[in-house]
C-alpha cells in the first residue's frame, strides 16, 4: 500500500502562495503597460515612418539615374526631366522638383531630384525631411 506523506500538500501550497502577488502588486502590470504602451506605438509608428522615407530615397535615386541616363542619351533636358518625374511613380509629383544641366558631348551633366517627404508620428506631429538625389553621366555625341 502506498501511503501519501502530508508533507508534499503543504510544500507544494506554500510554492504557490508564494507564486501570487501579494495585495499591493495587483496592478503594478497593468501600470507597466499603461506607461510603456505609448513609448511602444510611438516606437512602431518611428519605424514605419522610416521605413517610408528610406523607400522615397531609393525611390528619388532610381528616378534621378533614369533622367540623367535618358538626358546623356538623348541630349534633350526636357526629356531627361519628364524620364525622371515618370520613374518617381510612388511619389507626390506635387512635392517633386527635377532640375539639370546642360548635355555638352564628351562633358558630363547632372540631373537632380528634389523630394519634401512629410511624415507623421504621434506626440511629434508633422515633420518634413528635403530628399535630394543626384545623377551624373557623360553625354554622348
Known amino acids: 500500500m502506498i501511503e501519501k506523506t502530508p508533507g508534499r500538500a503543504g510544500r507544494s501550497a506554500?510554492?504557490?502562495?508564494a507564486l501570487r502577488r501579494s495585495d499591493g502588486e495587483r496592478g503594478a502590470a497593468l501600470i507597466e503597460a499603461a506607461i510603456l504602451m505609448p513609448l511602444v506605438i510611438m516606437l512602431i509608428f518611428g519605424l514605419i515612418a522610416?521605413?517610408?522615407?528610406?523607400?522615397?530615397?531609393?525611390?528619388?535615386?532610381?528616378?534621378?539615374?533614369?533622367?540623367?541616363?535618358?538626358?546623356?542619351?538623348?541630349?534633350?533636358n526636357t526629356a531627361g526631366e519628364t524620364a525622371a518625374s515618370n520613374a518617381a511613380a510612388g511619389l507626390d509629383v506635387s512635392n517633386l522638383t527635377v532640375s539639370s544641366t546642360a548635355c555638352t558631348p564628351g562633358d558630363p551633366t547632372t540631373l537632380t531630384v528634389n523630394y519634401v517627404f512629410t511624415y507623421q508620428i504621434p506626440v511629434f506631429g508633422d515633420r518634413t525631411v528635403n530628399i535630394s538625389e543626384t545623377g551624373v553621366m557623360r553625354c554622348g555625341g
Open 50 to 76: 522610416f521605413g517610408r522615407a528610406y523607400n522615397a530615397k531609393v525611390t528619388a535615386t532610381h528616378a534621378a539615374r533614369e533622367g540623367v541616363r535618358v538626358l546623356a542619351v538623348t541630349g534633350d
Open 14 to 17: 506554500s510554492r504557490f502562495r
